[in-house]
């Protein structure tokens, strides 16, 4: 068996683990910062929870809640200085993907005050980066137990990732997530299904990688159906199965990385606005149908783990992410120079997947 695999978070869940575990804390400083977005923490609860854990410690605590979606550069390197003026010692990252991502960049920038903000894509930094506790609020990313911190650069709007960044300790209580709305919910458990998939299905997959994936396959079949039929914000069952399966799912993607639809997914929220998660949704069918040609057999045992065929499969996710976009002609040609062969996440993905592949799958949107 292929077992190789690096996990270095700290990985508590649990309904009330935040508040079960505040010790937790207690090793990391007597100072920090929380980064986080506009609401989400404070309207999920995990934000309360946080502080009153921090408050039982004796741990003071400052709060920037700039963090945009598809977190940008220059915000984290401006909450990495507010990290280093108010003495924090440590970062915890409240929120969906984007103030967890974010997090990951602040506690470099809190360490590095010489870095500039594009910098942070280099990853040469001097000092090693502060302490970084994680709680989500979202059922997709898998940040909590990655080491991706996925970036907009803030000089030319391109999203781009950085690795090797890992969370001291994560939090994952299905609770937080219960205030997400439905299109949040739809795109960030599309997510979750896209890292299992594109994991599954990589080239770099071990044995370990494919456990987690159709474990998730196996809690996914249940709660995009349950988002698919009922076209309604899920019940507490439905919301825990939704959020373990975005840790499992986070688990494989971070033995495997991913294939294609995430890296051409970030064109469409870069020039169509649409969230991360539906934006790979979009490709996920093309992927399901190249995989279903070069790996027939693992594809049918993904399809009979989640009690579906390819089509079924496929109906499903297109209805889901609901793209109504159009490409113009001008578009087409901007994406014939935005991949240059070899792409990483190309390479991975089966069949002999080109630049010139990527772009051929626009067409249909124009
Ligand atoms: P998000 O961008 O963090 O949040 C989307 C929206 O949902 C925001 O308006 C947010 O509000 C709101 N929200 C979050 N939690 C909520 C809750 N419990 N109740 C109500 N509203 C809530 O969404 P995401 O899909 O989790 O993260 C997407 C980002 O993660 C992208 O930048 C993507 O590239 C990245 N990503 C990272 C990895 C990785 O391995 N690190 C993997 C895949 C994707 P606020 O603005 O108030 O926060
Ligand atoms: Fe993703």
Redesign the pocket.
């Known amino acids: 068996m292929n077992l190789t695999s690096y996990m270095p978070v700290r990985i508590i869940s649990g309904t009330d683990c935040v508040k079960n575990n505040s010790d937790v804390f207690k090793s990391l400083g007597k100072k920090c910062l929380i980064v986080?977005?506009?609401?989400?923490?404070k309207?999920?609860g995990a934000l309360s929870d946080v502080t009153s854990a921090l408050d039982k410690c004796n741990i003071e605590y400052s709060v920037f809640d700039e963090?945009?979606?598809?977190?940008y550069t220059e915000d984290c390197r401006r909450a990495g200085e507010c990290a280093r003026n108010c003495g924090a010692e440590f970062i915890i990252g409240i929120?969906?993907?984007?103030?967890?991502?974010a997090s990951k960049a602040v506690a470099i920038f809190a360490t590095n005050a010489e870095m500039k903000h594009s910098d942070i894509y280099n990853m040469n930094y001097k000092n090693e980066p502060l302490p970084i506790v994680l709680v989500g609020?979202?059922s997709?990313?898998?940040?909590e137990v990655?080491g991706?911190?996925?970036l907009t650069n803030s000089d030319n709007g391109m999203?781009k990732s950085i690795g090797g960044v890992y969370a001291r300790v994560s939090f994952c209580d299905y609770r937080?997530?219960c205030?997400?709305?439905y299109a949040?919910t739809v795109?960030?458990a599309l997510?979750a299904f896209a890292?299992a998939c594109e994991s599954y299905f990589s080239s770099m997959s071990t044995d370990l990688s494919e456990i987690y994936a159709e474990k998730a396959f196996s809690l996914l079949a249940e709660g995009l159906e349950y988002l698919y039929s009922s076209k309604d914000i899920p019940d507490d069952r439905i919301r825990e199965i939704l959020n373990d399966a975005s840790i499992y799912a986070?688990l494989c993607?971070n033995i495997t990385g991913a294939c294609f639809p995430h890296t051409v997914g970030y064109a469409l929220t870069e020039d169509y606005g649409i969230?991360?998660?539906k934006a790979c949704a979009a490709f996920i069918p093309d992927f399901i149908k190249i995989c279903a040609e070069n790996k027939p057999e693992k594809s049918q045992r993904m399809f009979d783990i989640m009690h579906t065929d390819k089509y079924s499969l496929c109906r499903m996710i297109t209805e889901l992410a609901d793209i109504n976009i159009t490409v113009s002609a001008a578009q087409l040609e901007k994406y014939r120079t935005r991949w240059v062969d070899p792409v990483k996440n190309f390479s991975r993905t089966p069949g002999n997947f080109t630049s010139d592949t990527a772009v051929k799958l626009f067409e249909k949107f124009i």
Not at 67 to 71: D, H, K, L, Q
Not at 140 to 143: A, D, N, P
Request: hydrophobic fraction near 15%; aromatic fraction near 2%; charge should be negative.
């Open positions: 986080t977005g506009g609401s989400s923490a309207k999920s963090i945009t979606e598809n977190p929120g969906g993907g984007s103030p967890l991502d609020t979202t997709g990313t898998g940040s990655t991706v911190s996925v999203k937080y997530t205030t997400m709305p949040v795109s960030t997510d890292h986070g993607l969230p991360h998660g």
